[in-house]
T-cell receptor, first 113, second 115 residues
Framework: AQKITQTQPGMFVQEKEAVTLDCTYD???????LFWYKQPSSGEMIFLIY??????QNATEGRYSLNFQKARKSANLVISASQLGDSAMYFC??????????FGTGTSLTVIP | SQTIHQWPATLVQPVGSPLSLECTVE??????LYWYRQAAGRGLQLLFY??????ISSEVPQNLSASRPQDRQFILSSKKLLLSDSGFYLC??????????????FGEGSRLTVL
């Protein structure tokens, strides 16, 4: 069975500091994709970053980076230099071989001025 | 460019009434289509996905159903709503043929309250 786990229901970070949001996954498929999405209070889902299981390097997109540790089956999101606009729900997601796209339960991030 | 629309944006329905949420995608062909539900303060639960017209895969057995009458149209329905059907429903699409790359693109969401 495919599973995504986010163990931090809520996180707080000081503005301009870095924060790591945890994500672990479980799949027996050798090929899979990992994603992070941001959901502000408006409800829209915003794609942040993607990591393929065969990618050798960790993905980066601006202030977002994905700390991919394949052996530990973790795909943590690192946000550097946090901004007030980063306050939102963050979801980790996985698509194994196939068409299903699975999401974790999310982490609520609050950036403190 | 590709766009996705879903409606209605907000819906308040009594228990036992029917439901129809519609989603359309523009600017792409043969997309994979998905319906998710998000309960208040919770994660996204995959309800249905479709890889082609008339092809529906159900992830969670419940009183909801989905249909794909056209390539870029995806409909979520219920004959009789339950209180537990309340939530935020999101439609999404993905480029078909990319096995596990390519992100999901989401619609604006439909907030359903069942009273």
């Amino acid at each position: 069975a495919q599973k995504i786990t986010q163990t931090q229901p809520g996180m707080f970070v000081q503005e301009k500091e870095a924060v790591t949001l945890d994500c672990t996954y479980d799949t027996s498929d050798p090929s899979y994709g990992l994603f992070w999405y941001k959901q502000p209070s408006s409800g829209e889902m915003i794609f942040l970053i993607y990591q393929g299981s065969y990618d050798q390097q960790n993905a980066t997109e601006g202030r977002y980076s994905l700390n991919f540790q394949k052996a530990r089956k973790s795909a943590n999101l690192v946000i550097s230099a946090s901004q007030l606009g980063d306050s939102a729900m963050y979801f980790c997601a996985m698509i194994p071989t196939g068409n299903q796209f699975y999401f974790g339960t999310g982490t609520s991030l609050t950036v403190i001025p | 460019s590709q766009t996705i629309h879903q409606w209605p944006a907000t819906l308040v329905q009594p228990v036992g009434s029917p439901l129809s949420l519609e989603c359309t995608v523009e600017g792409t062909s043969n997309p994979n289509l998905y319906w998710y539900r998000q309960a208040a303060g919770r994660g996204l639960q995959l309800l249905f996905y479709s890889v082609g017209i008339g092809q529906i895969s159900s992830e969670v057995p419940q009183n909801l159903s989905a249909s794909r009458p056209q390539d870029r149209q995806f409909i979520l329905s219920s004959k009789k709503l339950l209180l537990s059907d309340s939530g935020f429903y999101l439609c999404a699409w993905k480029v078909r043929g990319w096995p596990n790359t390519g992100e999901l693109f989401f619609g604006e969401g439909s907030r359903l309250t069942v009273l």
